[in-house]
């Protein structure tokens, strides 16, 4: 949801938490490398943007019944701090997101993480390193984003107050979604950790920057097909079982708006990321 250093969320929950609560409320910050438009002397470690690079002998990734998919950005496994983050990414090769955005459809066709048929309408590949990969050309009908170099730093991340691991930790008889009452949902403390920085950005791991809902809980719905009450212990455990592994906001600079100013996420189980099932992670957006 938000992010910082450790000393700001530090000075931020003694201020507003006992101090056994504030320990237990730190526990919970997750490491995420943000992803930030490379100036000066940065070095990119990643794009939005531009021509995917893809092995010769690899195709495109399409929607069956509409289409292919548009390229939304790359990541250098190799130049992210992988070593600084609690996440199992790969240490070399690249990430590339892709996604049906409506361009060859106006919009009609929706990828939403609560219709099973739409799933393939998002997808990330990891290309290891590869001499006979080469930059591809987008598929007819597809304009490709303005390519905007990416630096990643890490940074510190905590969830909303509400999500499931916050209220495992200090409320878990309290209703999945409700703001119970306790001091991490004051007023007072969310409107001062709203302030550290309300905007999601592009992110590598961490905690999700949720628009709405924690998105672990709509991709925990998801996959138990809808049919599970909001009050069901299984649905909190099976939205713990599920990490982000990136998000990427809208972006003036590579002209990218999802939505009302919204998020693109991807989420994987640990155990797939780490046998690098990349095909297994679940996609969901959100907007305000």
Not at 47 to 52: D, Q
Not at 68 to 93: K, N, Q, W, Y
Not at 166 to 180: D, K
Request: glycine fraction near 8%; charged fraction near 25%.
């Amino acid at each position: 949801m938000t992010h910082g250093s450790r000393d700001v969320f530090r000075s931020l929950a003694l201020r507003h938490l006992p101090p056994d609560d504030a320990e237990k409320w730190l526990g919970l910050l997750r490491p995420g490398a943000r992803l930030e438009v490379a100036t000066g002397a940065d070095v990119p470690a990643g794009r939005l943007g531009g021509l995917p690079v893809l092995p010769t002998a690899s195709e495109w990734p399409v929607w069956e019944g509409h289409g292919p998919l548009s390229f939304i950005a790359s990541v250098d496994c190799a130049r992210l701090p992988t070593a600084a983050l609690d996440i199992a990414l790969p240490e070399s090769g690249t990430l590339l997101l892709f996604f049906f955005d409506g361009q060859l459809d106006d919009g009609e066709a929706l990828v939403l993480a609560e219709d099973r048929e739409s799933w393939a309408g998002a997808r990330v590949l990891h290309v290891p390193p590869a001499p006979e990969a080469v930059e591809r050309e987008a598929p007819a009908g597809l304009k490709p984003y303005p390519m905007v170099p990416l630096t990643a730093r890490v940074e510190a991340t905590a969830a909303k107050p509400w999500h499931p691991s916050v209220r495992a930790a200090f409320a878990p008889q309290a209703p999945l979604g409700n703001r119970y009452g306790h001091p991490v949902c004051s007023q007072e403390f969310l409107d001062e950790l709203w302030e550290l920085n309300d905007e999601a950005g592009h992110r590598i791991g961490g905690h999700a920057h949720s628009v709405q809902n924690p998105v672990e809980i709509e991709i925990a719905e998801a996959v138990m097909d809808g049919e599970v009450s909001w009050q069901t212990p299984r649905l909190s455990e099976e939205a713990g079982n599920w990490v982000l592994l990136a998000q990427f906001d809208s972006e003036d600079a590579a002209d990218m708006m999802w939505g009302d100013a919204g998020v693109l996420y991807w989420l994987i189980r640990p155990e797939d990321l780490a046998e690098r099932h990349f095909e297994r992670a679940m996609f969901t957006w959100q907007c305000g």
